[in-house]
């Protein structure tokens, strides 16, 4: 079994937390000038509680299944006998774009787009060096950032070397 982990690098460290504090400053002040309902304050704790939950967290692969785990939603997984290759990806190219999902809070993971690589799912907490995992039968790839990149693609690839 391979295990690596997938942290937050200095940059999306620095903005997630700018980020929330900017967020709970907004609605605190809405909240005491009366200016917002009072919901407004619980449905930032919300969302950032659902961003934290959802966010990438580790890359494990077995004998079976490449696993993306989450810090409390349900794991993403992919039998192995669905993942037709793994390499490295240096770059997302020089537009990428979030479609749907989270895009620098606590990691950008969803529905994204690239000029480079088309339409992909992400699940990344780092800028850099990245694995592009494509799916037999799939429309979509999937880009993850693991801290341990090398040994991913060792993990997950296992086409004969020629």
Not at 71 to 99: C, N
Not at 120 to 136: E, M, N, P
Request: net charge positive; aromatic share 8%; proline share 5%.
């Amino acid at each position: 079994m391979f295990r690596t982990d997938m942290t937050l690098d200095r940059s999306n460290r620095i903005f997630t937390g700018i980020a929330t504090v900017i967020l709970v400053v907004v609605v605190v002040v809405a909240q005491c000038s009366g200016h917002t309902h009072p919901l407004a304050l619980i449905g930032v704790v919300i969302a950032l509680g659902l961003a934290w939950a959802m966010a990438p967290r580790a890359l494990v692969v077995d004998d079976r299944e490449v696993t993306i785990e989450r810090r409390m939603w349900p794991a993403l997984r992919f039998p192995r006998e669905d993942i037709a290759s793994a390499a490295p990806v240096v770059t997302l190219g020089k537009r990428a774009l979030r479609l749907w999902g989270v895009g620098g809070f606590f990691g950008s993971y969803g529905l994204f787009w690239s000029d480079t690589l088309g339409r992909f799912r992400l699940y990344g907490t780092r800028r850099g060096q990245a694995v592009i995992v494509v799916r037999k039968g799939s429309l979509l790839p999937v880009v993850v950032t693991p801290d341990d990149v090398a040994g991913a693609i060792n993990a997950i690839d296992t086409r004969p070397v020629t």
